[in-house]
C-alpha cells in the first residue's frame, strides 16, 4: 500500500506513473558504533577519512570514533553550559572548511539560559580533543519565553558561499501564538545566514535579503519556521532541503534554491500548504509552499520530519541528487528528487535501510554523509549506522598488462553474477537478462561467476596495456539486484 504522502497533484501523478525498477540496487546497513548516547549529529572533518565526530543530545558530548571504535575521551563536552531536557541538548556540529587550517569547528546547543547558542572552539595539540578555551560564542538565538521546545537546530556551511546556516525554531509555546515565526526582530523560527570573521565572529553578507531594512534583523534568511531540527545542502548545487516539524497534522519539506534569500515558508499562517489554525484565512502573498508534505498518521506511528541529507557519492549512482529524509517515530526511510520544479522520483527505502538486526530505527534522529557521501544514519536509541548496498564490490587497484582480481560480497548463494564495466560513466541501463537496471552508460561484461554458499564471488580480470590511464567504471550484477558502483584509473 502507498504511505500517505501527499505532494501536489502533478507530482503525485509523476510519481504513480513512474515505471522506475524499484529494486535495482538493494540497500542495507552496516553498523558503525552503539557506543553513544542520543546521538544527535554525525560527520567527518575536511580532508580527514578515519573519524566519524557524533554529538550526544544530554551528555553534551561531542565523540571521535577511529579504528573501530568510539575514543573514550571525548573531543569536546559542553555539559556545564548546557541545559536539555524536553529539547534541545547538543544538537549539532560543523567544521570550518578550512578546519585544516584553522582547527575551528562550531558547535549549537540550548544553554542555561535556554538559548540556542553557536559556538567556536579550536582542537588543541592533540587532534583528538579539543581546547576548551579556545570557546567562542558566535551567535545566540535568543528565547521570549519559559518554554523548553523548539530549538532548531542544525547548522552549515553553504557549499557555495561558504556562509554559515542556523535554523532555529519557533521557541514554542506550541501553535506559535505570538507569531515568534513571523516576527523578523526575533531570531526564532528563521534560517539565518552570517559569514564568520576570524577573531571577531561574524559580520552580515552584503547579499542578506533585509539588510538594510530597520523591521527585519539582518541575520534572516529565511522566516516563517516551527521546528527545523534539521536542513541540508546539496553539496553539487548549494540548494537547500528544509525539514519543518510539523504541529499536529503536517510534516514538510520546503526546498530553498542556491541563493534565494528572503522566502517565509509560512509557520504559523499556515502548517505545510494548509491554513493554520484550520479554517483561518491564510492567503496573504508570498509565502513558499514546501514540495512535500505527510500526515503524522497512526499506523505507523509519524511524527516528526527528520531530514536530511542529498546524497552526491558515487556508490549508488541511481540515487544521485536523492534528498533522504525520515520520520523519528516510525523510522521510516525515504528519498525525493526535486527537479526544481516538482518531485520527479520519490522511494521508500523503510524495507530495507533499517537497524541490521532488522528492527526499525527506534528514535532516528539525523541522516548525514560521512567523507565520501555515504549516508549515515543516526538512531537516539541504538547508534550510528552506515547505507550500503547488500552486494558490495570490491575492485583492486588496476594495473595495464596485468589481471585484476575482483570480489564480492552479499550475493544470492549460487547465483550467476556479472562483472560489468563501462569506459563511459555512470547512466541508467536496462539489463534485460538480468532484469535489473544497472547504474553504467553501455556496460559491458568484464566476467562471469557463481557465488559460493555465502554469497561470495570473485572475477580475475586482464587489464589490457592500451587501458593505461583510462577511467573505467565497474558494477556487478546478479538478477534482480546490483552492487555498488566503483570507479578506477588504470595505471
Ligand atoms: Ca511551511
Redesign the pocket.
Known amino acids: 500500500m502507498k504511505p500517505r504522502i501527499l505532494v501536489n497533484a502533478a507530482a503525485i501523478a509523476a510519481l504513480l506513473t513512474s515505471d522506475l525498477p524499484l529494486h535495482a540496487q538493494s540497500l542495507t546497513t552496516e553498523e558503525i558504533t552503539r557506543a553513544v548516547t542520543q546521538p544527535t549529529w554525525a560527520t567527518t572533518a575536511p580532508g580527514d577519512p578515519h573519524r566519524i565526530f557524533i554529538t550526544e543530545r544530554t551528555t553534551g558530548q561531542v565523540r571521535v570514533y577511529r579504528n573501530g571504535r568510539v575514543l573514550d575521551a571525548p573531543f569536546l563536552d559542553v555539559s556545564a553550559n548546557m541545559r536539555s531536557r524536553y529539547d534541545g541538548g547538543l544538537m549539532c556540529m560543523a567544521f570550518d572548511p578550512d578546519f585544516a587550517d584553522n582547527g575551528y569547528f562550531y558547535v549549537y546547543y540550548t544553554d542555561r539560559r535556554n538559548d540556542g547558542v553557536v559556538e567556536r572552539f579550536e582542537v588543541s595539540g592533540n587532534p583528538d580533543v579539543a581546547d576548551p578555551a579556545t570557546r567562542f560564542e558566535v551567535i545566540r538565538v535568543e528565547r521570549t519565553g519559559p518554554e523548553d521546545m523548539h530549538a532548531g537546530g542544525f547548522i552549515g556551511f553553504g557549499p557555495m558561499d561558504g556562509c554559515l546556516y542556523i535554523t532555529s525554531g519557533d521557541g514554542g509555546p506550541q501553535g506559535d501564538p505570538d507569531q515568534n515565526a513571523q516576527n523578523g526582530l526575533l531570531a526564532l523560527g528563521k534560517i539565518l545566514r552570517i559569514a564568520l570573521e576570524g577573531d571577531s565572529g561574524y559580520s552580515i553578507p552584503a547579499d542578506n535579503p533585509f539588510v538594510g531594512r530597520n523591521d527585519v534583523l539582518p541575520e534572516i534568511w529565511a522566516l516563517?519556521?516551527?521546528n527545523p531540527w534539521r536542513a541540508a545542502f546539496d553539496s553539487r548545487t548549494g540548494d537547500l532541503y528544509v525539514a519543518?516539524v510539523g504541529h499536529e497534522s503536517w510534516e514538510?519539506v520546503?526546498f530553498i534554491p542556491n541563493g534565494a534569500g528572503g522566502l517565509n515558508?509560512?509557520?504559523a499562517i499556515?502548517?505545510?500548504?494548509r491554513c493554520f489554525p484550520p479554517g483561518r484565512p491564510c492567503d496573504p502573498p508570498g509565502?513558499?509552499?514546501?514540495i512535500l508534505e505527510y500526515f503524522h498518521g497512526h499506523d505507523p506511528p509519524r511524527c516528526c520530519i527528520i531530514g536530511g541529507a542529498v546524497y552526491r557519492g558515487s556508490a549508488m549512482p541511481l540515487l544521485d541528487g536523492h534528498y533522504f529524509y525520515s520520520d523519528f517515530c516510525s523510522g521510516e526511510v525515504w528519498s525525493l528528487l526535486y527537479d526544481g520544479q516538482r518531485v520527479v522520483e520519490w522511494r521508500d527505502h523503510s524495507t530495507q535501510v533499517r537497524r541490521p538486526d532488522g528492527q526499525r530505527f527506534g528514535g532516528l534522529s539525523s541522516i548525514t554523509q560521512d567523507h565520501e557521501g555515504n549516508l549515515l544514519i543516526v538512531d537516539f536509541t541504538s547508534g550510528v549506522y552506515r547505507v550500503v548496498t547488500v552486494m558490495q564490490l570490491r575492485s583492486p587497484t588496476l594495473i595495464g598488462g596485468r589481471r585484476a582480481e575482483f570480489s564480492m560480497t552479499g550475493a544470492t548463494p549460487g547465483a550467476r553474477v556479472v562483472l560489468l564495466y563501462s569506459l563511459e560513466g555512470t547512466g541508467r541501463t536496462r539489463y534485460e537478462q538480468l532484469d535489473v537496471t544497472v547504474a553504467l552508460t553501455n556496460p559491458l561484461v568484464a566476467g562471469f561467476a557463481y557465488a559460493d554458499a555465502e554469497g561470495r564471488t570473485r572475477w580475475s580480470v586482464p587489464i589490457p596495456h592500451t587501458a593505461r590511464g583510462r577511467t573505467i567504471w565497474f558494477q556487478a550484477a546478479e538478477v534482480g539486484n546490483t552492487s555498488d558502483v566503483s570507479r578506477r584509473v588504470v595505471e
Open positions: 516563517g519556521l516551527r519543518d514538510e520546503t515558508l509560512g509557520w499556515r502548517e505545510g500548504s509565502l513558499t509552499d514546501p
